[in-house]
T-cell receptor
Framework: GESVGLHLPTLSVQEGDNSIINCAYS??????FIWYKQESGKGPQFIID?????DKRQGQRVTVLLNKTVKHLSLQIAATQPGDSAVYFC????????FGAGTTVTVRA | DAGVTQSPTHLIKTRGQQVTLRCSPK?????VSWYQQALGQGPQFIFQ???????QRGNFPDRFSGHQFPNYSSELNVNALLLGDSALYLC???????????FGQGTRLTVV
């Protein structure tokens, strides 16, 4: 079975609002995660990563939170824009990437 | 600085044929991994090459093979193509084996 899984297959967000995409993992030994964004017809684009020695990491308009107690991570996108519409994947990186099924984010104008 | 580049972008093959896909890693990267992505699903790991050797392999049959060259570029070969091999094939590169991995745009393979 999958080692990582996303909570919701789809997310509809109003432009300008914040988006939160959730992901759960099963292996308590997992210590490195990457979030990717994939637009239609393109390869996954690296957004942000986090290792287990951190609880939170911030990038440009994005924040990743890691809760090792409940084996959960989330990606927060601030002030969501139309260009944020895509499929988002969390992936466990254990010398190879293990992906969940993805969350499709649609931004409403 | 060129990112990960893959060729060709699209390919149509007939069932039973063989195909070779190519990947050039991001500058400074020495590790290449290949993934298969079926429509509507997340990418599935095929194998990884580091120092010209296959280091890890996912749950794919021996019809899938690869190679890494001294310049770190890589090829994915698939023999005896099946209709079910139709997918987006993605190459990802990184510096060493467990660091940030960046993807190319993929090769869309259609088997008819």
């Amino acid at each position: 079975g999958e080692s990582v899984g996303l909570h919701l297959p789809t997310l509809s967000v109003q432009e300008g609002d914040n988006s939160i995409i959730n992901c759960a993992y099963s292996n308590s030994a997992s210590d490195y995660f990457i979030w990717y964004k994939q637009e239609s017809g393109k390869g996954p684009q690296f957004i942000i990563d986090i290792r287990s020695n951190m609880d939170k990491r911030q990038g440009q308009r994005v924040t990743v939170l890691l809760n090792k107690t409940v084996k959960h991570l989330s990606l927060q996108i601030a002030a969501t824009q139309p260009g944020d519409s895509a499929v988002y994947f969390c992936a466990e990186n254990d010398y190879k990437l293990s992906f969940g099924a993805g969350t499709t984010v649609t931004v409403r104008a | 600085d060129a990112g990960v580049t893959q060729s060709p972008t699209h390919l149509i093959k007939t069932r039973g044929q063989q195909v070779t896909l190519r990947c050039s890693p991001k500058s400074g990267h020495d590790t290449v991994s290949w993934y298969q992505q079926a429509l509507g699903q997340g990418p599935q790991f095929i194998f990884q090459y580091y120092e010209e050797e296959e280091r890890q392999r996912g749950n794919f049959p021996d019809r899938f093979s690869g190679h890494q060259f001294p310049n770190y570029s890589s090829e994915l070969n698939v023999n005896a193509l099946l209709l079910g091999d139709s997918a987006l094939y993605l190459c990802a590169s990184s510096y060493m084996e467990n660091t940030e991995a960046f993807f190319g745009q993929g090769t869309r393979l259609t088997v008819v």
